[in-house]
């Protein structure tokens, strides 16, 4: 079956600017989660839902990100006023329930100029 | 403060031989610890995992092992095999299976030579 997508693959955008990330979970999956990963480091967690009840924040750098996931399903991960330290490879990941195991989509590219 | 430690930044190993990869960790609510594999341009793919209720878990080439009390698991492959070279996370688990948050390593970058 289809794995997680992840859109656009790739973000350049100016400093200041508003960005959406979007994440489309694999089919079934309860679970969604948001990591941040810097070059060289693992993936940083960010944020999770179960269905589309935002569970776990605390990873949010800022006020300037949110995250939504309001039917359940697809989410998105807003990112305002960006800046450069911003620069970054946003992953989503999905789970099904009761699984600890998490399926990651193959990432967003953001650079932030 | 860094958790979860993959000391190693990278390995080399021949073709055919056993490769050891290895995570030390500082939270003792980690109760659930999982290795991902992760190629170039691609997103980590979950490799194998083991619940701290057990001290090793096998899949075929694949084994982890934990020991609770040194905070220490280790990824073992044997044999290797020239596709078996990429990015290896260690990442570990507080628990609930409704949902939890991955904390993961820095990664050791694997390269088994032909």
């Known amino acids: 079956g289809a794995g997680v997508s992840q859109s656009p693959r790739y973000k350049v955008t100016k400093r200041g600017q508003d960005v959406a990330l979007r994440c489309d979970p694999i089919s079934g999956h309860v679970s969604l989660y948001w990591y941040r990963q810097a070059l060289g480091q693992g993936p940083e967690f960010l944020t999770y839902f179960n269905y589309e009840a935002q569970q776990d924040k605390s990873g949010l750098p800022n006020d300037r990100f949110s995250a939504e996931r309001p039917e359940g399903s697809i989410s998105t991960l807003t990112i305002q006023r960006t800046e450069q330290r911003d620069s970054a490879m946003y992953r989503c990941a999905s789970s099904p329930p009761n699984m600890y195991e998490q399926y990651f989509g193959p990432g967003t590219r953001l650079t932030v100029t | ?114």
Not at chain 2, 29 to 43: I, R, V
């Open chain 2, 1 to 114: 403060d860094q958790q979860v430690k993959q000391n190693s930044p990278s390995l080399s190993v021949q073709e055919g031989r056993i490769s050891i990869l290895n995570c030390d960790y500082t939270n003792s609510m980690f109760d659930y610890f999982l290795w991902y594999k992760k190629y170039p341009a691609e997103g980590p793919t979950f490799l194998i995992s083991i619940s701290s209720i057990k001290d090793k878990n096998e899949d075929g080439r694949f084994t982890v092992f934990l020991n609770k009390s040194a905070k220490h698991l280790s990824l073992h492959i044997v044999p290797s095999q020239p596709g078996d070279s990429a990015v290896y996370f260690c990442a570990a688990s507080e628990g609930g299976t409704s949902g939890s948050r991955l904390t993961f390593g820095e990664g050791t970058q694997l390269t088994v030579n032909p």
